[in-house]
């Protein structure tokens, strides 16, 4: 079934691109146009917090359903195995799991306890990298994959994010970057906020804001990747266990296919040759097209601007609660 899609949005791509596609940089093995947009999901922070609409159960129960509705037949989920086994809720988030897996989903690393790099040394941080892996390692469905949690990888210290590195490579563990980022996290956590304060909320609104929002970013890391790499590789977009992304993840893969978007599995974003490359930039936070194009010195913006709290908060107050901005 999602053969036949591909397939055709595939040549859909091709004709869109048809008349300005820049040949000079094809890397010669396939007539594969250079910018065909294609794109993979991810979710974050397994297992989450409880949000305000949906019990932990219906939560996992829309996003397998909504993924499978949408044809992603494989996404990657970032596990925090530490908050699985300490938690009072430990049954439900490992049923949560296997059902992941069940639905033809792999599971990767985002460290035990997500743990920010900035607030230890490389040797911690390690450590409770290595209590992950020992979790996920027998799992069927586990990938190689690591991933920093906020995507901190240092800030600026060069030397524990080398040592870091260095130990992730022991490993073999590769690293599990982002490329596309619009901040569900926040929309979730600004959509949880007003329901406790009892405000109404214009949930089509809601559902328009946040599928707009990561339509346009991956759009935006498109155009940067064009300028940076000069090529499109499998965009990787970050999202989370979220009852926003939840409920509207079947949008967000109807709304991206109807962009000319084609959604791939985590496996083949991840056989991309940007899984080699380590950015330089000193600041090492964001995603990595965006510290690959720092290192570049492309042209601001390198960053979607939905992305700045401000920006969505305003978005969020004015399109979702019907407020006047109080700017
Ligand atoms: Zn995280």
Known sequence: MIKGFSLFAALMVMTSFAVNTNIS????????????KKIALSFDDIPRHKGAFLTRIERREKLINGLQEGEVDQAVFFLNPARIDKDEFKEIHLAN??????AGHVLANHTADHVRLSDMSAEEFLTDIDAAEKWLKPKAAY???MRHPYLDEGKGDKAKRDKVRAG??????????????SSDWLIDSLAHDAVRAGKALDMKALGNLFVESHVQSAN?????????????PVQMMLLHEADVTALYILDLAKALKADGWEIVSADEAYADPLIEIQAQNAYAAGTLLEMLASDKGIAAPRWYERNTPKIM???FNERVLHEESKE
């Open 25 to 36: 940089g094809n890397d010669g093995h396939s007539n594969t146009p250079h910018d065909v």
């Open 97 to 102: 799991i296997d059902a992941y897996v069940d």
């Open 143 to 145: 990938r190689p994959w």
């Open 168 to 181: 992730l490579k022991q490993r073999t563990l590769l690293n599990g970057y982002v490329t596309v980022d």
């Open 220 to 232: 935006f890391a498109h155009g940067l990747a064009m300028k940076t790499l000069e090529r499109a």
């Open 313 to 315: 908060k305003k978005l």
